[in-house]
């Protein structure tokens, strides 16, 4: 990655402040992993589970940066066409048909068979340039000339051949087309991975990055996201609404409430115009936190002992 065509990224403490301004409140592990990632020049690989900020740290650092953002979706059966690049086969055959039309002109003069096959082998590899190449995010990320945010989200729903493929480009930033030839990244851009550990990544995709492990937020620091994210909550339910979801998380639930969900549950709370939580109320919006009902169903019963840690 050449640092000097992005904007420099001078300090840790300037990560945080630069993030804070943006209204992504993390960690100092996470604001040291990006300078690291960016001052190495390495892709940085971000894990936890799912609604930490893992995807929104990417899309921070763009905007921290002024830099494109360019997002792979990962899922299973993810291939070249889709991540790389593939041909514009629309384009391609309409140049067939003009071929067709101009092949007496274009053989004219011709001595032989073999002249006339050299000549069409020479107008064939034409079908077969960077003028017919649709890139997709890997290849599109590399042809940025003052470098981008490459996102390759969700890693782990991929195959292990799709990380194979992958090798390569976090290496020495670079695609081989069997068609065209090497190409090289203008700027290598800044990578970031993530994952939700559906499954193992592999160690040689590991070895090629910076690893970051996200867990769900201290009382503390969540608290200060959502006087982030939600300014009017008032301060009492705040505190009360973060060390409810944070008993939450204690519990063995389908799906533990994510940072996300938090933030919707504070905006919630105060549309219903809510100055402390009450069973009830608690009851009546369980839905914003929990996305199974089989933990709504287990959690009712519950409330009145878990929300009194809350009240204290």
Not at 21 to 39: N, P
Not at 58 to 78: F, M, N, S, V
Not at 185 to 199: D, E, G, I, K, Y
Request: proline letters at 5%.
């Amino acid at each position: 990655m050449h640092t000097q065509d992005f904007p420099q990224l001078a300090s840790v403490q300037e990560i945080e402040q630069g993030f804070e301004s943006h209204g992504y409140i993390c960690s100092r592990k996470i604001a040291t992993a990006v300078f690291l990632a960016f001052q190495l020049r390495k892709p940085i690989l971000v894990e936890g589970p799912p609604g930490v900020g893992k995807t929104e740290l990417a899309k921070t650092t763009a905007t921290l940066l002024d830099t494109p953002l360019i997002r792979l979706q990962c899922y299973e059966g993810l291939d070249e066409a889709k991540a790389l690049y593939e041909w514009k086969y629309g384009k391609q055959l309409l140049y067939t048909q003009v071929l067709k039309e101009k092949l007496g002109d274009l053989l004219q003069g011709a001595q032989g068979l073999a002249e006339s096959v050299e000549r069409l082998h020479q107008f064939g590899d034409i079908f077969y340039s960077e003028e017919f190449l649709e890139p997709r995010p890997l290849l599109k990320a590399m042809q940025q000339e003052r470098g981008a945010i490459l996102l390759i989200d969700e890693v782990d729903k991929s195959d292990y051949e799709f990380e194979s493929l992958l090798l390569e480009i976090l290496s020495d930033y670079q695609i081989s087309i069997p068609e065209i030839g090497t190409v090289k990244a203008t700027t290598s851009p800044m990578v970031f991975l993530t994952s939700n550990n559906t499954r193992d990544i592999s160690d040689a995709l590991k070895r090629r990055c910076l690893h970051l492990y996200i867990p769900f937020p201290s009382v503390e620091l969540e608290e200060r996201i959502i006087r982030s994210r939600v300014p009017d909550v008032d301060e009492l339910l705040r505190q009360q609404l973060v060390a409810f979801v944070h008993s939450l998380r204690q519990l063995d639930l389908k799906k533990a409430p994510a940072i996300s969900e938090t933030i919707d549950w504070a905006r919630s709370l105060m549309l219903l115009h809510a100055e402390h939580l009450e069973e009830d109320l608690v009851s009546d919006t369980l839905n914003v936190l929990l996305k199974f009902e089989d933990d709504i169903q287990a959690i009712n019963p519950e409330l009145r002992n878990l929300l009194r840690p809350s009240s204290d």
